[in-house]
């Protein structure tokens, strides 16, 4: 997730299916009774559309009292933080003054814009029993009119996203457009966010209106072109090609990426992202300040006492 130490994936072109542009083989690391997998960015492949992190969390099993998510307040700028599960729960908690628990098919829409800091933890009242965490954590890039916005949230439930089922498919529109479909999430360029389940031999064809695509395989396989794909890889494609996804005899689960590219370059340094790098460096001088009553940067209401410090290097 976001406040994880940089992860490597390693990517490779792939010449046997042709549609496939780059293919993503994100490098895992335990972090303390979890697993984490960053797909994004990758050294030849730092975006896909406007999304410049991926980090695929788990699955993991915390056993009664001993363990849980527990990360400090941290900052963000020049992003939109979004997050889904697919098992367990934890508390959101920013300085825009939200306090909101996430559960499984729901969405939190973090906007950094100009300053942001938040926290995330897993609750008392989970902690008091076995529990499991699941889920997907991403970074989309704003275009540079919104990357100084002002800091917002959003929270939808399960039952705001849009959910298309039919042939085995059961598809749920996180964010953006697809399939004729539209998410309630605000948002500012072009793009789909979706979670695909699928039967075994279901397949399901990529959006072809977006200029970027991505597909992440969660669970199972799916089959592109002949070639099989497993769980923890991801696959861009050439912009243009028609592109279908079939499961394999187990079943898959996918998230389906992408959207519009941007119009410049973004820089990247630990959980800072901007179209300058004189914007991180000022970020950086924010943070390493620490003015937390009139400065840049304020630390969440409800989490005050702790907060993740500039790192040396990252």
């Not at 072809?208 to 072109?225: C, K, L, M, P, T």
């Not at 497993?230 to 592109?243: A, L, S, T």
């Not at 998230?255 to 991180?280: D, H």
Request: charged share 25%; aromatic share 8%.
């Amino acid at each position: 997730m976001s406040w994880n130490p940089l992860l490597e994936p390693r990517d490779v072109t792939a010449d046997s299916v042709d549609s496939i542009d780059t293919l993503i083989i994100p490098r895992a690391r335990d972090l303390g009774g979890f697993a984490v997998r960053r797909a994004l960015p990758a050294p030849k492949r730092q975006m896909v559309g406007p999304f410049i992190f991926f980090d695929h969390v788990g699955p993991a099993e915390f056993i009664s009292g001993d363990g849980g998510v527990d990360v400090r307040p941290h900052p963000h700028i020049g992003i939109a933080t979004v997050t889904y599960l697919y098992k367990g729960e934890f508390m959101h908690r920013d300085s825009t003054g939200v306090t909101q628990m996430i559960y499984p098919g729901e969405v939190n829409w973090m906007i950094a814009g100009g300053g942001v800091t938040h926290s995330e933890r897993t609750s008392e009242e989970t902690r008091k029993n076995a529990h499991s965490l699941h889920g997907v954590q991403t970074w989309v890039v704003l275009p540079e009119e919104a990357e100084e916005m002002d800091a917002a949230f959003e929270h939808h439930g399960k039952e705001a996203l849009p959910l298309l089922e039919g042939e085995g498919k059961q598809v749920r529109l996180i964010i953006g457009s697809a399939y004729g479909a539209t998410a309630p999430v605000k948002t500012f360029s072009e793009m789909f966010y979706l979670d695909a389940v699928l039967a075994p031999g279901a397949a399901i064809p990529l959006p072809d209106n977006h200029e970027d695509r991505g597909a992440y395989v969660i669970e199972g396989s799916v089959e592109v072109a002949g070639d099989v794909f497993e769980e923890g890889r991801m696959m861009v494609f050439r912009p243009g090609d028609k592109v279908s996804l079939k499961a394999g005899e187990k079943g898959a689960r996918l998230m389906l990426l992408g959207g519009e590219t941007l119009n410049g370059p973004r820089y990247i340094w630990w959980n800072f992202v901007a179209s300058s790098k004189e914007k991180i460096e000022e970020a950086k001088q924010a943070w390493r300040a620490g003015d937390w009553e009139d400065g840049r940067f304020k630390l969440p209401n409800d989490d005050k006492a702790e907060f993740i410090p500039l790192p040396d290097n990252a």
